[in-house]
């Protein structure tokens, strides 16, 4: 391990939980007011954090091998920061997508996303299943990493 240790990819994770908190009430805050995204956030916290944490975790996991490769002065693989960043991507319009029902039916095609308002719960078990596959992707490539270096 390099002398950067762990602290900087823990804090990038826990930098990006926050901000993907602060996203999310912001949006929900812009589209719907804030007294419904409070209301949201207490109905599904759980999956709110989760999703967050999961994120989190992902940029903390993925600043870590990054930190790792650098130091070891071996060119950061492209793929991984595709897939991964596509990963974090999907799980959070999956998360945040029931929103847009509410400023769509103004654009006109509000019938096919009001689908999506009604599958709220599975849209949030989809996010969380595309953050468990992030996180088990990376902790893949680190694992890799780290058995080469030995």
């Known amino acids: ?3 950067g240790g762990v602290f ?23 589209v719907s007011g804030w007294s419904f995204a409070k209301d949201q956030f207490s109905q599904f916290w759980y999956f709110v954090l989760s999703l967050s ?3 989190g975790i ?13 130091f070891m002065h071996i060119r ?3 793929k991984t920061v595709a897939v991964t960043g596509t990963t974090s991507t999907i799980a959070m319009i999956s998360c945040c997508s029931h929103y847009l029902v509410n ?8 019938g096919a996303l009001s689908i999506i308002g009604q599958y709220q ?5 989809a996010g969380l299943a595309f953050n468990a ?12 990493f780290n058995k080469h270096l030995l």
């Open 133 to 144: 596959w992030g996180i088990l992707y990376i902790a893949r490539k680190i694992y890799k």
């Open 53 to 55: 944490a999961g994120f």
């Open 58 to 70: 992902q940029i903390g996991m993925y600043s870590y091998l990054r930190q790792e490769i650098r």
């Open 103 to 110: 400023i769509i039916p103004i654009m006109g095609i509000g």
């Open 76 to 78: 950061t693989p492209r």
């Open 8 to 30: 900087k990819p823990i804090a990038f994770g826990i930098i990006a939980a926050i901000i993907l908190l602060a996203i999310y009430f912001s949006v929900v805050s812009l």
């Open 1 to 3: 391990m390099n002398a």
């Open 121 to 125: 719960k599975e849209l949030f078990w």
